[in-house]
């Protein structure tokens, strides 16, 4: 066993290595961009380096960077951690050239895997079942739109050289398809440096399911069963479990077995992933075809150590190490459930949101994987991925109680999560039975993406208090607390007492007076009146509003107070009456960042005629890649950015004349 590994990753995955390669007696080192120098892998490590400024491409991804920190810290191995640079083969032989261990398969085995297209042909002589589809190498427009007819609609067009739904377009009509690949390929090459594509027949209700295989250098694999990873929004895992709900013994045999093939034909070693698409509405077929391998740990690996009582990345370090793999369990243990935290709003089709992580309280009695804190920052450079929440339990059932007690102990303040979109899966009806597919969260859309409703009176009364004690906190005079003007009772001579505190949440504005009597308030608000008080009892908040007494938290920053109560979060904007009237940056004629990022393609010009729904601008932010397009047809005015330009939400990205649209 190596004695110092040096991770070349950073957030949670680098905080998960760092907690094995600490039991293992193994010294950890970090490496860092300027956006982390702060960051909790950085303070957990036993030593860290800077490796560049915060973009990825300057840091992360930047192999030199990372071999010299090796050097420097006199680490003898590397783990990749996922994505960066953990499937990239240049790095793999980098790291050899170095005399540093990779820990990870074989570069060979990386290239093999790496190209879907590639990788299909190899699978198809492995007699590993295939989807139907082209997966050759001429990339004619003209070829791939007759490929797609003879599969047949709908069909799905894939990057051959990426995964996380990167250069994915679903095309049902073919008057369509022209367009899809015209993005898939832009959006391919973007991502991946490669714009070459695959086109399958699409499946209408699949189920993603995979197989974790490992293998070591003494020609041994082994398969720890299944995955389902099947909830999913914009083609990215939002839940994922083991088993797979309703696998039959029959189908575990044949999928493992099939994995294990594919990992074998390409001399595959450590850790890795061959994910297989299922057809749910044929499930009594038991058929399956491969996707594709992932040769690294996948971010859903916790569901596998549950069921398994394995530490995955322990198995890592002792094969890269050189050591046999032990006995593989036979026997799966209970059941898992994995759900991932993003900082992204599912009202705005998930886009990611950043900023400060105003309050953050992780939930315990189940592993949450992080690699952030309180006071920490949600950047446009990274993945927006807040923790990883991992329920087990002895069967499904008990799982998904646990998971959705820990969801309803989840907090957090400061930025837009999708934890309240989580909670509702959790507690959807089709999900507790099983019934999971691709396409869950766009059925239930209606349910599940439901804007909120009114908040409880009790909420807003726990928000309004919230106020009151900000207030009274900010009008105590240094150096005299006693002083008459401190006190925030609410006195006035010849006058009713009352403050009023303006809330505004899910589009209304509400109006509450309180008044004081000691520490019980009375706040009336629609007519009625609730007696309330904020008690700190036992180390915890409790509000006691009226009959009702339960435990709350309450957050408040300048101009928002968020209540967490019963297991709901209610955000909530303070509204001065006394301020001015807002300026709205939204308008007719302009075309807005809806988010910040990097500005990676600029298709228009000024005096240019666009038609509706042309695309004019191309932003990256978060390993995502948005498309801005003309809400009408009209006539460019101005341009007001350049691709590489870094740009906050809501910039003026595009100007058009008078005529255009508005």
């Not at 377009?169 to 993005?183: E, S």
């Not at 002895?394 to 969801?407: E, G, I, M, N």
């Not at 309330?532 to 938290?553: F, I, N, S």
């Amino acid at each position: 066993m190596f004695s110092k590994l040096l991770i070349a990753n950073r957030g949670e995955i680098a905080c998960r290595i760092i907690r094995t390669a600490r039991r293992l007696g193994v010294s950890s080192v970090a490496v860092y961009s300027d956006a982390d120098a702060g960051a909790l892998h950085v303070a957990e490590a036993d030593a860290a380096y800077r490796i560049g400024p915060a973009a990825p491409r300057d840091s992360y991804l930047r192999i030199e960077a990372i071999l010299d920190a090796a050097r420097r810290s006199g680490a003898q191995a590397v783990h990749p951690g996922y994505g960066f640079l953990s499937e990239n083969a240049g790095f793999a032989e980098a790291c050899a050239e170095a005399g540093l261990v990779f820990v990870g398969p074989p570069a060979a085995a990386i290239r093999a895997m790496g190209g879907k297209s590639q990788a299909k042909a190899l699978m198809e002589r492995a007699g590993v079942p295939l989807v139907p589809g082209y997966h050759g190498a001429d990339q004619d427009p003209g070829l791939l739109a007759r490929e797609a007819a003879r599969i047949g609609y709908p069909v799905l067009i894939k990057a051959s050289a990426g995964g996380g739904g990167k250069g994915m377009r679903i095309v049902r009509d073919a008057a369509d398809f022209a367009a899809a690949l015209a993005g898939a390929k832009r959006e391919a090459a973007s991502s991946f440096g490669d714009d070459r594509v695959l086109v399958e027949r699409y499946l209408q209700r699949p189920r993603h399911i995979e197989v974790q295989v490992f293998a070591d250098l003494h020609g041994r694999c082994v398969s720890l069963f299944e995955r389902d990873c099947s909830v999913q929004r914009r083609h990215q895992k939002v839940m994922e479990e083991a088993p797979a709900p309703g696998m039959t013994d029959s189908m575990r045999a044949a999928m493992g077995a099939a994995a294990i093939a594919a990992a074998q034909s390409v001399g595959y070693v450590g850790a890795g992933t061959v994910e297989f698409i299922a057809d749910n509405d044929r499930a009594e077929d038991e058929q399956f075809f491969f996707m594709e391998m992932n040769t690294r740990l996948q971010v859903e690996h916790p569901v596998t150590e549950a069921i398994t009582g394995l530490d995955l990345v322990e198995w890592q370090l002792r094969v890269a190490a050189g050591e046999p793999l032990p006995a593989a369990p036979q026997n799966i243990d209970g059941h898992a459930i994995e759900v991932r935290l993003y900082a992204e709003d599912p009202a705005r089709d998930f886009l990611p949101s950043v900023g400060r992580l105003a309050h953050l309280r992780l939930p315990g009695g189940v592993r949450v994987d992080t690699g952030v804190r309180s006071g920490d920052r949600i950047t446009p450079d990274y993945d927006p991925m807040i923790a990883k929440i991992i329920a087990h339990g002895p069967d499904r059932a008990a799982a998904l109680r646990r998971l959705s007690a820990a969801l309803a102990a989840t907090e957090l303040a400061g930025v837009q999560t999708n934890l309240g979109l989580l909670r509702a899966i959790a507690a959807h009806p089709e999900f507790a039975a099983g019934g999971v597919d691709t396409g869950f969260i766009g059925r239930h859309a209606d349910t599940l993406l439901a804007p909120p409703g009114a908040p409880p009176a009790e909420a807003l009364v726990a928000a309004a208090l919230g106020v009151l004690q900000a207030r009274a906190a900010a009008s105590v005079l240094p150096g005299d607390p006693h002083s008459p003007w401190a006190d925030s009772d609410s006195w006035r001579m010849n006058l009713d007492g009352g403050q009023p505190v303006t809330l505004r949440a899910a589009g209304l504005t509400q109006v509450l007076r309180a008044s004081r009597s000691g520490e019980v308030w009375t706040i009336a608000h629609d007519g009625t009146q609730h007696t309330a008080a904020l008690l700190a009892e036992a180390g915890k908040h409790l509000l006691r509003c009226g009959d009702l007494t339960c435990p709350v938290t309450v957050w408040t920053e300048p101009g928002q107070v968020t209540v967490v109560l019963q297991g709901e979060t209610h955000a909530f904007e303070i509204i001065d009456p006394l301020a001015p009237p807002r300026t709205e940056t939204a308008g007719a004629g302009r075309v807005m960042a809806p988010i910040p990022g990097r500005v990676v393609s600029v298709l228009v010009q000024p005096g240019d005629t666009v038609a509706r729904g042309q695309v004019l601008v191309v932003v990256e932010a978060m390993k995502m890649e948005l498309t801005l397009t003309a809400p009408e047809a009209g006539t460019v005015a101005a341009v007001n950015c350049a691709v590489g330009d870094m740009v906050e939400e809501g910039r003026d990205l595009v100007d058009f004349a008078d005529d255009a649209p508005g």
